[in-house]
């Protein structure tokens, strides 16, 4: 886990109760809930700290829970199967209030301090997060930027929190310089999966009429925003100058935009949003 490491502990090292801390949902496809899902599993099985997850975006009762009752899978869509034997043995907290759909860090407070927390870790955006309140515990942000430069209402959040753990290289020289009282550390997404390819690259190819010596480029992003967070229009450009002069290149675009997700996630506002088709 790099600078921020929790899991391996040195000689003395004192026992903590650790607080992942999200929007996204341990079971949720995406990558905030599959990075803070494998990271809980290593904390708690390979350190002697106690892990505790506390969902943001559900409205668990207060006090501590099982999986078993706070798990919907009738009810959720885009979810994945996880180790139910381990995450039994995981509490979730609850005791979440939402202003309207934003969270203020006094509540945040206020379960860390029923529950004797010590640290709390987060991967999220930033834009439903309220700072009324310091933290009144370690607080470490696992930080996904978006823009460059960081924006103020992004800049402004990041300072309250004691550590910021940064994505990418070139995002932790642009979080250093724009916080410099914050501690800021490179840790990369967390990445796991199994390729299980069904048939050849060959055989795919010849499915979509892709010469077999093609150099093929994937785009691949979503945006949820109401602007163009991905910057989708810059990677074109950036492919426009890569395919300069080059032969027999192929650019594939695959990407969501809230429209196109609107039909399977009909709580989205697309009211005055960003439409990719409209961007290309």
Request: contains cysteine; proline residues 4%.
């Amino acid at each position: 886990m790099g600078a921020l490491d929790v899991s391996r502990q040195a000689p003395n090292v004192k026992k903590m109760k650790i607080c992942i801390t999200s929007f996204a949902q341990p079971w949720f496809f995406g990558p905030y809930g599959q990075q803070l899902r494998m990271l809980t599993e290593e904390l708690f099985t390979t350190s002697d700290h106690e892990v505790y997850y506390l969902i943001l975006n559900e409205c668990v009762p207060k006090g501590a829970h099982s999986f078993e009752s706070v798990r919907t899978p009738d009810k959720e869509k885009n979810s994945v199967d996880i180790d139910g034997s381990l995450w039994d043995k995981i509490q979730f907290l609850g005791g979440v209030t939402p202003v309207q759909d934003h969270i203020f860090s006094s509540n945040l407070n206020a379960i860390f301090r029923e529950h004797g927390i010590d640290c709390a870790i987060m991967c999220m955006d930033l834009s439903k997060l309220v700072f009324d309140r310091p933290f009144i515990v370690k607080s470490i942000m696992w930080y996904p930027n978006h823009f460059c430069p960081v924006d103020k209402y992004n800049k402004k959040a990041l300072a309250n929190f004691s550590h910021i753990a940064s994505l990418c290289p070139t995002d932790t020289e642009l979080l250093s310089k724009a916080l410099p009282d914050n501690k800021v550390e490179y840790i990369p997404h967390i990445i796991d999966f199994e390729t299980k390819m069904s048939t050849t690259i060959t055989i795919i190819r010849d499915k979509y009429g892709i010469s077999h010596d093609a150099y093929v480029i994937l785009i691949n992003c979503g945006n949820y925003d109401f602007q163009n967070r991905k910057s989708l229009d810059t990677s074109i450009f950036a492919c426009e100058e890569f395919m300069k002069g080059k032969e027999n290149v192929i650019l594939f675009i695959h990407t969501y935009d809230i429209k196109s997700l609107n039909g399977d996630m009909s709580h989205l506002d697309v009211k005055g949003s960003l439409r990719i088709d409209d961007l290309l």
